[in-house]
């Protein structure tokens, strides 16, 4: 789903959740929402009081979502600006099972920070590393925004069994880059990769720059980087599809970049290499 | 350059011979060769009578590109079939500089088996690592075919101040995907990739199947995945472009991935995280 949002929490909240339920008619298992979808994109300036929209979790917005999961029978991605402590948030997708608990949680591991993506002011870079998130479905590779551009994160949720990666995003500068980043990451690592970007126009609350056109064109392709579902660029959308674990399986046969790699021969932790 | 090759590698010589010269009327600095130019592919069977076309380098063929180099005044890739040692053999490409000195030497490190591509019987892994190989043009991160695929072999060499990335590729089930690949290690690393592919059709000597038909797009990209040059899927082809360095370093500071790479939380050096 990719959805344009406004300014009232409450109101984007209840069309959220009639998308969902949208999906859940169109036969939907798994449902990924947008990153930070309850509100504008709130890091175009840096403003103290923005961390008034976060929230703790378990808090309420775990409680909404979970209970529609719950109603549904739908594993739901979330992404939530959290609130762990006075003074320490994190920018957090929640993955909720079809009962409605939380199967687990990913803190957004790598934050931009650029000219109204001020992400640096108000997240602090996750710590629960690269994890994939067991569900009744399979296992989920979640990733957000920044993190989709590493090939080092794809990687390690794949060594760690993900069998499809999900990502939440925001921000670009080309759309090209973003999706051949991310159909990348679907070859290398024989994953499907779901990726739902925000859609629709958001001004500038500072008034400083001419506020953010998101680009939308969310996308879900297969393990060999097809592009099997696109949305547009300006509309809120559904899109649906078949997700084959059985077909991943037969493209690691054939591409078995895993049985190569040269573990040896990386030293991928060190910042350069000078 | 892509060029279509025969059984005869003293034809084969000349010919690329002539079409490097025709690089250098064009104006060009430094000329990419496809994987394993000399020959026809000849990993579509194995057969050791095969290894009668490897060489030490240095050897005939280094003497031979050198000397074109020297000629020339320009950078050259070659990629030869290494006879290390008795029994001992490498797919290595060669960089010679603007002099005919051989600027430094690249073993393929990641080496495919699949039907009619049976490199494994021909080709021991590389042990010299990802090194970039420093020229008169800049730092020339080299990988060939199989390599091209990993996102940690681009990365590697990034992290080591390559400036460009040089691919030498035959080996291919897709092409888009293959693309989409190359375009990622532009776009991951900032960097241009000049990728070479192989053109035309090979048969398989065994008559086991029914040959190999390569399919040449060889292409240049830019430091944001942007296609700056790309050939046809068929005929031998020259091309040609310009490579901006400073247009990488603005992409870098455009796109700073480096700065946010989460170092202490990638683990990839293991074969898997069971």
Redesign the interface.
């Known amino acids: 789903m990719q959805t344009a949002v406004s300014e009232d929490i409450e109101t984007n909240k209840s069309i959220l959740a009639e998308q969902i339920r949208n999906c859940k008619k169109k036969g939907a298992e798994l449902v990924v929402l947008q990153e930070l979808h309850n509100y504008l994109y709130f890091c175009q300036t840096e403003d103290v009081s923005a961390f008034d929209l976060a929230e703790s979790i378990p808090g309420p917005s775990t409680d909404f979502y979970g209970a529609l999961a719950r109603e549904l029978g739908i594993v739901l991605v979330c992404s939530l600006f959290e609130k762990r402590a006075m003074g320490l948030y994190h920018n957090t997708a929640v993955v909720f099972e079809k009962d409605g608990s939380i199967a687990g949680k990913y803190r957004k591991?790598?934050?931009?920070d650029d000219p109204a993506y001020y992400e640096k002011f108000y997240f602090t870079?996750g710590d629960l590393?690269?994890k994939p998130i067991d569900t009744s479905l399979g296992k989920l590779g979640v990733l957000v925004c920044?993190d989709q551009?590493?090939?080092?994160?794809?990687?390690?949720m794949a060594?760690?069994?993900a069998e499809s990666s999900d990502n939440e995003n925001e921000k670009k500068?080309?759309q090209?880059?973003w999706t051949?980043?991310q159909?990348?990451?679907a070859?290398?690592n024989g994953l499907p990769v779901i990726s739902v970007n925000r859609v629709g126009f958001e001004a500038d609350p500072s008034g400083q720059t001419m506020g953010i056109r998101f680009w939308g064109h969310s996308f879900i392709a297969g393990p060999?980087?097809?592009i099997l579902a696109l949305a547009s660029s300006s509309e809120s959308e559904i899109l649906i599809t078949d997700i084959n674990l059985t077909h991943s399986e037969s493209v690691r046969r054939?591409?078995p970049?895993?049985r190569?790699?040269?573990?040896?021969?990386?030293?991928?932790?060190?910042?350069?290499?000078d």
């Open positions: 591991m790598h934050i931009p870079p590393g690269f920044w551009w590493y090939p080092e994160a794809a990687r390690m060594l760690q069994g500068r080309q090209e880059a051949i980043s159909r990348a990451h070859i290398a060999q980087g097809e054939w591409w970049f895993l190569d790699r040269r573990i040896d021969a990386y030293d991928l932790s060190k910042r350069f290499i």
